[in-house]
């Protein structure tokens, strides 16, 4: 069975600081990893996601994730965090069709 | 990418009672999940609903209580029945394209049981 752990459940940081979310996961079989971002009172979006190939991905709006085998992590990082950063952030892991998640972590962007 | 949308946005129900909730998909897709998200948690899969057959409920969730239909490629629902206050949670329908294994949320139905 699979499991993805978020090892922190809130994170506050000052604006244009950098952040971390740090994700790992358990799976006894091969993965694809995401991360997902859910804005107040939204649904959630796809941020990136690691499927094969290069161990770093990117967003569109400067997140990165780097897909780690042995440390089985997929930790996310943002060098400079904006206000409208805050949001909840959810990593994924996907077997066979089904999504696990984790338990999510919160990010609040102070000015 | 896919567009959903879901039906109600929220609504407060009295226990014992059920409540459907729709989702819609502007493409067609095999294959659609509904999760629960209760109050400052984290996602759990309920069931798979691919058109054509039986839905497929997860450990801990039973047809009885969640009955799922999917009538065809674009459309599901989901009926929380017999509710209670437990009950209370955001409900979200999604879909998978095919398309890099990417998953698609709707906004989701926020349940409150009273």
């Known amino acids: 069975a699979q499991s993805v752990t978020q090892l922190d459940s809130q994170v506050p940081v000052f604006e244009e600081a950098p952040v971390e979310l740090r994700c790992n996961y358990s799976?006894?079989?091969?993965?694809?990893l995401f991360w997902y971002v859910q804005y107040p009172n939204q649904g959630l979006q796809l941020l990136l996601k690691?499927?094969?190939?290069?161990?770093l991905v990117e967003s569109i709006n400067g997140f990165e994730a780097e897909f780690n085998k042995s440390q089985t992590s997929f930790h996310l990082r943002k060098p400079s965090v904006h206000i409208s950063d805050t949001a909840e952030y959810f990593c994924?892991?996907?077997?066979?069709?089904?999504?696990?998640f984790g338990g999510g972590t919160r990010v609040l962007v102070k000015p | 990418s896919a567009v959903i949308s879901q039906k109600p946005s929220r609504d407060i129900c009295q226990r014992g009672t059920s409540l459907t909730i729709q989702c819609q998909v502007d493409?067609?897709?095999?294959?659609m999940f509904w999760y629960r998200q209760q109050p400052g948690q984290s996602l759990t899969l309920i069931a798979t609903?691919?058109?054509?057959?039986?839905?497929?409920?997860e450990s801990g969730f039973v047809i009885d209580k969640f009955p799922i239909s999917r009538p065809n490629l674009t459309f599901s629902t989901l009926t929380v029945s017999n509710m209670s206050p437990e009950d209370s949670s955001i409900y979200l329908c999604?879909?998978?394209?095919?398309?890099?294994?990417?998953?698609?949320f709707g906004p989701g139905t926020r349940l409150t049981v009273t």
């Open positions: 999604s879909v998978m394209t095919g398309v890099e294994y990417e998953q698609y």
């Open positions: 799976s006894s079989v091969s993965v694809y």
């Open positions: 690691y499927l094969s190939g290069s161990t």
């Open positions: 994924a892991s996907l077997a066979g069709n089904k999504l696990t």
């Open positions: 493409s067609q897709v095999t294959m």
């Open positions: 609903a691919n058109q054509g057959s039986e839905a497929t409920y």
